[in-house]
C-alpha cells in the first residue's frame, strides 16, 4: 500500500505507539490525523480544561510530527465522513487506528470504512482476562491475580526517526482557545509525560518507592501525576507497567518493592474499570449492583452546589474541591473523601458527582471515573460495604495531620491552629477571633451534621436493598 491513515484517539505519542507501527509498516506514507469530533466537544461530560489539554498536546505532537518530516492533519466534523474525506484526498488504502473501548468509541468506531484497529490502550485489553469459566471478572483482586499471570509486555518501542511524509493535504490550524491556564500544573504532552515517569521511578530512592506509604498522604506528592497522560495515551500503558516491573525487580529493599507493586496495583485497578465498562456498559446509567437501583436520594441543588464550589464546612471536603477547580485534579484520597461525602452526607446521587468530575478533571475518563464513583457509592463491583461511611473529620486526621493540605486550598484557614484544623467550628470564640476565622463569616459551619446524615443514609441504602430483597 502507497498511503494508509494514522487515526489518532487517545494514543498522543509517537514512543510505544503500536497503532503508528503498524501503520509505517504497512505503507509507504503515513498520514497522521485527528478529527475534532463536535458530538465529544458538546458533550456535558466534556469540560474546557480537559480541551485545553487536548489541545496542547495536539499542538505538540504536530511539532514532534514535523520534526520527523511529517506533521498532523487536523479536521472537525463526524469522523466517518471527515476520515473518508482524507482517505479519498490522498488515496489511503486503509485507516490504522489504537483500540478504544468505550461504548461511544466502538460504536463510533463500526461506522468507519477500512479501519483497522491495533492493540495499546491496554496490556491486557478486554477478552484476555477472563475467568476459567469465561466470564469477566466482576472483582479487583482475583482479576489483577489472573493479569499478572498472563505474559508481561514486551519491551516498550522507540519512537521512529522518520514518518515519511504525508502529501499536502488540507488541515485546520489546532485550535488556541480554549488555553490551558498557567495555575493548571499539568503541561500538555509526550516529553513531560516521559519526564514525570522518570522521575517517578529513577533511583534507588525514587518516589514509587515510597508509594505504599505515602500515597494515600494529601499533603504529599507521593504519587505520580500521570493519570492526565495515561488517559489520552502520551504515555502508554506498556511504558508505565514496564517501568514499574522494572522497578521491582530494582528495588533496594522489601519495603521499597512494596511500594513498586503498589504502584503497579493501581495500574491495574485502570485496567480493571475499563474492562468493567466494556462488559457492564449500563454502569454509566445504573448501579453495577441490581439491588442497589433505587435509592431515595435526596438531591437538593442547594446542598450540591456547596460541594462543587467547597463550602460545606468541612475543611478535607472543601480543600479537595477546591483543588479540582483550581487545577483539574484532585488527589485520589480527596476524590474518594469528596465522593464519599456527596453520596453519604448529603444523599446526593453519585451521578451528579460523577458528571461534574467528568467535566473539570483533566485526566476525566470515563472507566476510572465510574469505578470510583460506584465504589464509593457501594454500588459497584468491588464495593465498599455500603455501611462504610467516611468520617471527615477522622480522614482529615489521618491523611493530612499537619493540616497542610486543607489550609493550601482553603487559606481562610491559615492561623487556625493544627486541633481544630479539620473541625473548625470547634473553636471557641476567642480562638476563631485569634486566628482570624470567624465561623459563618470567614468558613461555613458545617452543612450537615454527619452523625445524623450517616444514619440517614444507612437508612436509605437499608431501605434500598430490602425493597429489592
Ligand atoms: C470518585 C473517583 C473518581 C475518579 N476519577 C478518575 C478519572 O476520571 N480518571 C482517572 O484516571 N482516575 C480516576 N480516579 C482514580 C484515581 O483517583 C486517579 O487515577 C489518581 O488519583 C490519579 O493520580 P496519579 O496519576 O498520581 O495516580 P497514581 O497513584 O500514581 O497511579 C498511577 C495510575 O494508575 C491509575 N489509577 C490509580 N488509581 C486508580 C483507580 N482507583 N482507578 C483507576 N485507575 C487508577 C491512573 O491511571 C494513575 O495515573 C478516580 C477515583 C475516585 C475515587
Same mark, same amino acid.
Given at each position: 500500500m502507497k498511503t494508509v491513515l494514522w487515526w489518532i484517539r487517545r494514543d498522543l505519542r509517537l514512543a510505544d505507539n503500536q497503532a503508528l507501527a503498524a501503520a509505517l509498516n504497512a505503507a509507504e506514507r503515513v498520514v497522521p490525523v485527528f478529527v475534532l469530533d463536535p458530538a465529544l466537544l458538546a458533550s456535558e461530560r466534556v469540560g474546557p480544561l480537559r480541551v485545553a489539554f487536548l489541545l496542547e498536546g495536539l499542538r505538540r505532537l504536530d511539532s514532534d510530527l514535523r520534526q520527523r518530516g511529517s506533521r498532523l492533519v487536523l479536521r472537525r466534523g463526524d469522523p466517518a465522513a471527515e476520515l473518508s474525506a482524507v482517505a479519498a484526498e490522498t488515496g489511503a488504502g486503509a485507516i490504522l487506528a489504537e483500540e478504544d473501548f468505550t461504548p461511544y468509541a466502538r460504536q463510533r468506531d463500526s461506522r468507519v470504512p477500512s479501519l483497522q484497529l491495533v492493540g495499546g490502550r491496554l496490556v491486557h485489553p478486554p477478552g484476555s482476562v477472563r475467568k476459567a469459566d469465561g466470564t469477566p471478572y466482576v472483582v479487583y483482586t482475583p482479576f489483577s491475580r489472573t493479569w499478572k499471570g498472563l505474559p508481561q509486555p514486551g519491551a516498550a518501542m522507540p519512537a521512529p526517526a522518520h514518518v515519511p511524509t504525508a502529501p499536502q493535504v488540507a488541515s485546520l490550524p489546532v485550535p488556541d482557545q480554549p488555553e490551558r491556564p498557567p495555575a493548571i500544573p499539568f503541561p500538555s504532552g509526550e516529553t513531560e509525560a516521559q519526564r514525570r515517569l522518570a522521575a517517578f521511578v529513577t533511583g534507588d530512592d525514587a518516589p514509587v518507592y515510597r508509594y505504599a506509604q505515602t500515597r494515600d498522604r494529601v499533603d504529599l506528592d507521593g504519587t505520580s501525576q500521570l493519570s492526565p497522560y495515561l488517559h489520552l495515551g502520551m504515555i502508554s500503558s506498556r511504558q508505565a507497567v514496564a517501568a514499574a516491573l522494572d522497578a521491582i525487580a530494582a528495588a533496594p529493599n522489601a519495603a521499597a518493592r512494596e511500594g513498586a507493586e503498589t504502584w503497579l496495583n493501581e495500574l491495574i485497578w485502570r485496567e480493571f474499570y475499563v474492562h468493567i465498562l466494556y462488559h457492564f456498559p449500563h454502569v454509566l446509567e445504573q448501579s453495577f449492583r441490581?439491588? !442497589?437501583?433505587?435509592? %431515595?436520594?435526596?438531591?437538593?441543588?442547594?446542598?450540591?452546589?456547596?460541594? %462543587?464550589?467547597?463550602?460545606?464546612? $468541612?475543611?478535607?471536603?472543601?480543600?479537595?474541591? %477546591? #483543588?479540582?477547580?483550581?487545577?483539574?485534579?484532585?488527589? /485520589?484520597?480527596?476524590?474518594?473523601?469528596?465522593?464519599?461525602? !456527596?453520596?453519604?452526607?448529603? !444523599?446526593?446521587?453519585?451521578?451528579?458527582?460523577? %458528571? $461534574?468530575?467528568?467535566?473539570?478533571?483533566?485526566?476525566?475518563?470515563?472507566?476510572? /471515573?465510574? &469505578?470510583?464513583?460506584?465504589?464509593?457509592?457501594?454500588?459497584?463491583?468491588?464495593?465498599? *460495604? $455500603?455501611? +462504610?461511611?467516611?468520617?471527615?473529620?477522622? #480522614? &482529615? +486526621?489521618?491523611? =493530612?495531620? #499537619?493540616?497542610?493540605?486543607?489550609?493550601?486550598?482553603?487559606?481562610? !484557614?491559615?492561623?487556625?491552629?493544627? +486541633?481544630?484544623?479539620?473541625? *473548625?467550628?470547634?473553636? *471557641? =470564640? =476567642?480562638? #476563631?477571633?485569634?486566628? &482570624?476565622?470567624?465561623?459563618? +463569616?470567614?468558613?461555613?459551619?458545617?452543612i450537615v451534621d454527619h452523625a445524623w446524615a450517616r444514619e440517614r443514609a444507612l437508612d436509605a441504602y437499608r431501605h434500598a436493598r430490602r425493597n429489592l430483597a
Open positions: 441490581a439491588n !442497589l437501583q433505587e435509592i %431515595r436520594w435526596q438531591d437538593d441543588a442547594s446542598s450540591f452546589a456547596a460541594w %462543587r464550589d467547597g463550602c460545606t464546612g $468541612y475543611p478535607i471536603v472543601d480543600a479537595a474541591m %477546591r #483543588q479540582l477547580a483550581q487545577t483539574g485534579w484532585m488527589h /485520589n484520597r480527596a476524590r474518594m473523601v469528596a465522593a464519599s461525602f !456527596l453520596i453519604k452526607d448529603l !444523599l446526593i446521587d453519585w451521578r451528579w458527582g460523577e %458528571r $461534574y468530575f467528568m467535566q473539570t478533571l483533566i485526566d476525566g475518563d470515563s472507566a476510572a /471515573n465510574n &469505578g470510583g464513583w460506584q465504589w464509593t457509592a457501594g454500588t459497584g463491583t468491588d464495593a465498599a *460495604p $455500603y455501611f +462504610r461511611v467516611f468520617h471527615p473529620v477522622a #480522614q &482529615g +486526621r489521618k491523611h =493530612d495531620p #499537619q493540616g497542610t493540605y486543607v489550609r493550601r486550598w482553603l487559606p481562610e !484557614l491559615g492561623r487556625v491552629p493544627e +486541633r481544630f484544623v479539620h473541625q *473548625p467550628w470547634k473553636m *471557641p =470564640d =476567642d480562638v #476563631q477571633q485569634a486566628a &482570624g476565622c470567624v465561623i459563618g +463569616r470567614d468558613y461555613p459551619a458545617p
